[in-house]
């Protein structure tokens, strides 16, 4: 984790507009409907670190790459942790330092998802024949007029159950 800086803020201090969508450096693309998922997360996610270098990008094209995850516990009440526990493992309340980044225009996100695509066709396809589940989600990512569009698109996942 790298060490905070003058221009690192934590994100308790930034006024997302969700949905916030999180593309890695390896071009993972994840989705965050609201505070809560940004901020809760499995124990492989923290353990591995995999938030580090991820670009955030909030529904308003506010960005910010975040340089380190901070642990701030387990997450939800003794009862939810014993049935979120049983069902999906360990949930963690996170925080992230973030470095703000130049604003993300409409056209950054869809080129930011079309390399998530491009990357992971496996994960939009579902055991279909990519040749024909990519080129109409392809089309209808161009055509969005959103980044909550994209969101829903897409249907992205958050790092809760991992």
């Known amino acids: 984790m790298n060490p905070p800086t003058a221009d690192t803020i934590t994100s308790d201090l930034v006024d997302f507009k969700f949905p916030v969508i999180g593309f890695t450096p390896d071009r993972e693309i994840w989705g965050f409907p609201d505070r809560r998922s940004l901020t809760t997360c499995g ?15 909030g529904a308003d094209g506010a960005r910010f790459q975040v340089t380190a995850i901070h642990d701030k516990g387990r997450a939800g009440s ?28 409409l056209d950054d996100v869809k080129k930011l998802a079309r390399q998530s695509l491009d990357a992971f066709p496996d994960d939009y396809c579902l055991g279909e024949d990519p040749e024909t589940v990519l080129p109409p989600l392809l089309a209808s990512l161009q055509a969005a007029r959103s980044a909550e569009e994209i969101f829903t698109l897409l249907g992205l996942d958050s790092f809760e159950s991992y």
Do not use: D, F
Request: charged share 15%; net charge positive; no cysteine.
């Open 78 to 105: 003794p009862l939810s942790r014993l049935v979120k526990g049983l069902l999906s493992g360990r949930q963690y309340r996170i925080e992230y330092s973030l470095v703000p980044l130049a604003q993300a225009s």
């Open 43 to 57: 124990s492989q996610t923290l353990n591995e670190n995999i938030p580090a270098g991820m670009e955030l990008i």
